[in-house]
T-cell receptor
Framework: RKEVEQDPGPFNVPEGATVAFNCTYS??????FFWYRQDCRKEPKLLMS???SGNEDGRFTAQLNRASQYISLLIRDSKLSDSATYLC??????????FGTGTRLLVSP | GAVVSQHPSRVICKSGTSVKIECRSL??????MFWYRQFPKQSLMLMAT?????????EQGVEKDKFLINHASLTLSTLTVTSAHPEDSSFYIC????????????FGPGTRLLVL
């Protein structure tokens, strides 16, 4: 079983739609969590950290459920520029990041 | 701030040759840098943790004699793929953590290696 699992997608949504991605992790000792965005053939870029209390950054909302070992990312009012692959990432300790395979989002006009 | 560069951005080499990839933190010092590899449609996989002034720590399954890592200064880590083979063709990405500033890793733009 992969340490971090995501639905690979693609999720095809129209502009303005709300879309949600889910992620599960297997290592209960994981200390912190992140969502990264990766554009085609580029390096990943940090989108936001994920906290149990939930956190919001503009159109993006992330949530962590430690009991279920479940992480989510909600994108509201999707833009064409949101098209990318979204990587769920767990810090399993000693600064070691474990990446999911990513969920691909395609936003169409 | 927190810019990481990699050189070269892409390289094509013949099977059996060695390739060196540089990772530089441009505006900060990094005691620790990381090397990842990403195959098409797969996730980034941590290969090794590069520590300034000491030996790198390799992940299980990564051959230390094949992937040589040198972290000679607080702003430079190098990865040398020795005797490269076609199966080593991949996207190699480094990251760095600014010294004394939490745990956020900043990623370089990656190096695309193609071994013929």
């Amino acid at each position: 079983r992969k340490e971090v699992e995501q639905d690979p997608g693609p999720f095809n949504v129209p502009e303005g739609a709300t879309v949600a991605f889910n992620c599960t992790y297997s290592n209960s000792a994981s200390q912190s969590f992140f969502w990264y965005r990766q554009d085609c053939r580029k390096e990943p870029k940090l989108l936001m950290s994920v906290y149990s209390s939930g956190n919001e950054d503009g159109r993006f909302t992330a949530q962590l459920n430690r009991a279920s070992q479940y992480i989510s990312l909600l994108i509201r009012d999707s833009k064409l520029s949101d098209s990318a692959t979204y990587l769920c990432v767990a810090n399993t300790g000693f600064q070691k990041l474990v990446f999911g395979t990513g969920t691909r989002l395609l936003v169409s006009p | 701030g927190a810019v990481v560069s990699q050189h070269p951005s892409r390289v094509i080499c013949k099977s059996g040759t060695s390739v060196k990839i540089e990772c530089r933190s441009l505006d900060f010092q990094a005691t620790t840098m990381f090397w990842y590899r990403q195959f098409p449609k797969q996730s980034l996989m941590l290969m090794a943790t590069s520590n300034e002034g000491s030996k790198a720590t390799y992940e299980q399954g990564v051959e230390k004699d094949k992937f040589l890592i040198n972290h000679a200064s607080l702003t430079l880590s190098t990865l040398t793929v020795t005797s490269a083979h076609p199966e080593d063709s991949s996207f190699y990405i480094c990251s760095a953590i600014p010294q004394g500033k939490g745990e956020t890793q900043y990623f370089g733009p990656g190096t695309r290696l193609l071994v013929l």
